[in-house]
């Protein structure tokens, strides 16, 4: 068996983004046990670090050991019983995805569809609400990486707590990228992933939970389904008691710690700045090869950039050559918008000038060679022009 | 906040153990999508190196995206619905926690409870069936880390297929250090970690399925209570499909994949037989110190060492001496045995003839300090004995 050689790639699709070279250092240092006293320092910074980015001063706050899924299925296994009633916005595959786990953990869901890449509006949610008979947890997806869309939180965290419900909402593509202000917003239970705009190697889901949220896994009458995401055990070794739980993924821990620290060394606005400006000189170079933006207006994503197609283009052979020859990936359309979009990260560190660029000369040259009059160097001169706005 | 910088640690505690520096290497090489041509190369090499060590032919052979433990939960979220009647083998902490595993997802548990160090009787587990209406699956831990024993898995397999019920084994600490045998053993269900024999950061979960556990997962009623570990949906992307689940913990998967060859390049056989010897020239050693074998004699395991602590020490000062003034991690006793044994791990990477002796001096020169007549370098010398018979 041959030793990992990966290739080089630009990684510029829904995720895993690129990864600082602190973050990769900071994974292959050696491994101490999971109840060294070092290693219990670097959990409280990866948790203080955290709460940071969350904008909140939860003390439940973790990262879960398993990918941004698993986030999602630790917070309806602890908040959700037998018979439950949730409002679940399904606006795209991941609204779709807290369905199906939700109702599996034993929920009576009811479903507040919204056409892909649409923005839902609050008399839907509401009127969902009013099915029910006492609604328990109002979910929904702030960055839907499947549609490039963000919701609006302010509004539905209002509704839900005025429903005496708790509000959960999935931060996977957002935290880190744009504001996500768990406590500001009164959201009661969040997750997000690593690979996403906090530029580390997928495979822990920072969770974070409410007081509010709390009371209610400890009101519980059943032990959660899942033995291996019950927060109940994961806190006493989070916490002060360090119980042994499960044994943490150790290096994935010390990654996660670096690039939180590579996160707070930039500074969130700068960072938060740094992704909606590369977004817009994106958007203006894409613009100039006939490319456009495919979600709502005024809801577009800035980490993920779900874009049209060009009439008549083989896509998917596109992307492949994309992939091979340029060594970019970006990310395919799903369920109802395959074929229909790409989908361009520019997620943490993929998020830069230099990234926007090389994109866009390969995209041109490949639209060239479909046959496609596009003028040479003109979507980087947009782009640039971007950047030397309020530069 | 500061980058990651780990103190110098030798591990031989329960887990993790030492990782070789190969795969280090591999754990921060660059990352590529999950849907990249490269890592399904990588993926595919893993699902074939793990049934290799596995001892099987299973199709359904794949590195599940938690730690240990999340392999035990997808085992019984998998093949258990509600009222379903299971038997387990509870004769440590393992045990215990797939009992509470599976009663959260539905099951009627018929526990056979075993002394903690003792080994099952078959007669037990045949009374435990004969309780049952219709039992569904036979379970038990084939190397009990919490304890230092293996279970005779051969006799307890017949029993279970001739109730025709599904054998599952915990090979969590087991496997890679001595034979599993999953095929020849017609072990339907296994499950194990990457942080014990395999010597690879903790982070994943090596599962194998038989058609025969495939086909009762396909049967279900229900879906299972967890979608993070639903192996249909996981197949689908671990098969031939590619069809995407859930973002794969790429970088963990490059480490598990190298941790593999490194395996296969020593050989298993070879692998198993240095496992055996350590353990007997630690035994050896222990034993001038006053330090013996805790679990039942003929089932003590080879990389799991449950040992007596010597009368009056204060046994967790000295541990932390161990760790803080020499470097060296070993484990305490859990639940009943707190305070009575120690727990020496020679798992993979850690099996080594130097660390032997590097351990038995450090605890010889403790146990001086703790005024006991212990007489220098003898421990070592009846390790090097051991070393020298049929060397």
Same mark, same amino acid.
């Given at each position: 068996? =041959?030793?990992?050689?990966?290739?080089?790639?630009?990684?510029?699709?829904?995720?895993?983004?690129?990864? =600082?070279? *602190?973050? &990769?250092?900071?994974?292959?240092?050696?491994?101490?046990? #999971?109840?060294?006293? &070092?290693?219990?320092?670097?959990?409280?910074?990866?948790?203080?670090?955290?709460?940071?980015?969350?904008?909140?001063?939860?003390?439940?706050?973790?990262?879960?050991?398993?990918?941004?899924?698993?986030?999602?299925?630790?917070?309806?296994?602890?908040?959700?019983?037998?018979?439950?009633?949730?409002?679940?916005?399904?606006?795209?595959?991941?609204?779709? *995805?807290?369905?199906? $786990?939700?109702?599996?953990?034993?929920?009576?869901?009811?479903?507040?569809?919204?056409?892909?890449?649409?923005?839902?509006?609050?008399?839907?949610?509401?009127?969902?609400?009013?099915?029910?008979?006492?609604?328990?947890?109002?979910?929904? $997806? #702030?960055?839907?990486?499947?549609?490039?869309?963000?919701?609006?939180?302010?509004?539905?965290?209002?509704?839900?707590?005025?429903?005496?419900?708790?509000?959960?909402?999935?931060?996977?593509?957002?935290?880190?990228?744009?504001?996500?202000?768990?406590?500001?917003?009164?959201?009661?239970?969040?997750?997000?992933?690593?690979?996403?705009?906090?530029?580390?190697?997928?495979?822990?889901?920072?969770?974070?939970m409410s007081e509010?949220?709390?009371?209610?896994?400890?009101?519980?009458?059943?032990?959660?389904?899942s033995?291996?995401?019950?927060l109940?055990?994961?806190?006493?070794?989070?916490?002060?008691?360090?119980? &042994?739980?499960?044994?943490?993924?150790?290096?994935?821990?010390?990654?996660?710690?670096?690039?939180?620290?590579?996160?707070?060394d930039?500074?969130?606005?700068?960072?938060?700045?740094?992704?909606?400006? =590369? #977004?817009?000189?994106?958007?203006?170079?894409?613009?100039?090869?006939?490319?456009?933006?495919?979600?709502?207006?005024?809801?577009?994503l800035?980490?993920?950039?779900?874009?049209?197609?060009?009439?008549?283009i083989?896509?998917?052979?596109?992307?492949?050559?994309?992939?091979?020859?340029?060594?970019?990936e970006?990310?395919?359309?799903?369920?109802?918008?395959?074929?229909?979009?790409? *989908?361009?990260?520019?997620?943490?560190?993929?998020?830069?000038?230099? =990234?926007?660029?090389?994109?866009?000369?390969a995209?041109?040259?490949?639209?060239?060679?479909?046959?496609?009059?596009?003028?040479?160097?003109?979507?980087?001169?947009?782009?640039?022009?971007? &950047?030397?706005?309020?530069?």
């Amino acid at each position: 068996m =041959n030793s990992v050689q990966p290739p080089s790639r630009l990684l510029l699709g829904p995720g895993p983004s690129m990864v =600082n070279p *602190r973050v &990769y250092a900071a994974l292959s240092r050696p491994l101490v046990g #999971h109840l060294d006293p &070092y290693f219990l320092t670097v959990l409280d910074e990866v948790q203080d670090g955290l709460r940071t980015i969350f904008g909140t001063r939860n003390a439940m706050t973790l990262p879960i050991s398993g990918t941004g899924s698993a986030g999602m299925e630790t917070c309806f296994a602890n908040l959700v019983e037998d018979g439950d009633e949730v409002v679940i916005v399904a606006a795209g595959v991941f609204g779709g *995805r807290m369905c199906d $786990v939700a109702a599996r953990l034993g929920a009576r869901v009811e479903r507040v569809d919204v056409e892909w890449g649409r923005v839902v509006g609050p008399a839907e949610v509401e009127a969902a609400i009013g099915r029910c008979r006492k609604v328990k947890l109002v979910a929904v $997806v #702030h960055a839907e990486t499947s549609t490039g869309a963000w919701q609006p939180l302010h509004e539905i965290s209002r509704i839900a707590h005025e429903a005496d419900a708790l509000f959960l909402v999935d931060c996977v593509t957002s935290l880190g990228g744009c504001p996500v202000d768990v406590d500001d917003l009164v959201i009661d239970a969040a997750y997000s992933g690593t690979q996403k705009c906090l530029s580390c190697p997928p495979g822990l889901a920072p969770v974070t939970m409410s007081e509010r949220a709390m009371e209610a896994v400890r009101a519980r009458k059943t032990k959660p389904r899942s033995w291996y995401l019950d927060l109940g055990l994961l806190g006493a070794y989070f916490g002060q008691q360090r119980l &042994y739980h499960h044994t943490a993924p150790i290096s994935m821990i010390y990654a996660l710690a670096e690039a939180v620290a590579v996160v707070l060394d930039e500074g969130l606005e700068h960072r938060y700045v740094r992704h909606e400006r =590369n #977004h817009h000189a994106l958007m203006a170079g894409l613009a100039c090869l006939g490319i456009y933006g495919a979600a709502q207006e005024g809801h577009r994503l800035w980490m993920l950039n779900s874009v049209t197609i060009p009439e008549g283009i083989d896509e998917a052979a596109l992307r492949k050559r994309l992939l091979l020859d340029h060594g970019i990936e970006i990310g395919a359309g799903l369920g109802p918008l395959a074929g229909k979009v790409w *989908r361009i990260g520019l997620m943490g560190e993929s998020s830069r000038p230099a =990234n926007v660029r090389r994109l866009l000369l390969a995209l041109e040259s490949e639209l060239r060679r479909e046959g496609r009059a596009v003028p040479a160097g003109r979507a980087i001169e947009a782009a640039d022009h971007v &950047y030397s706005e309020k530069g």
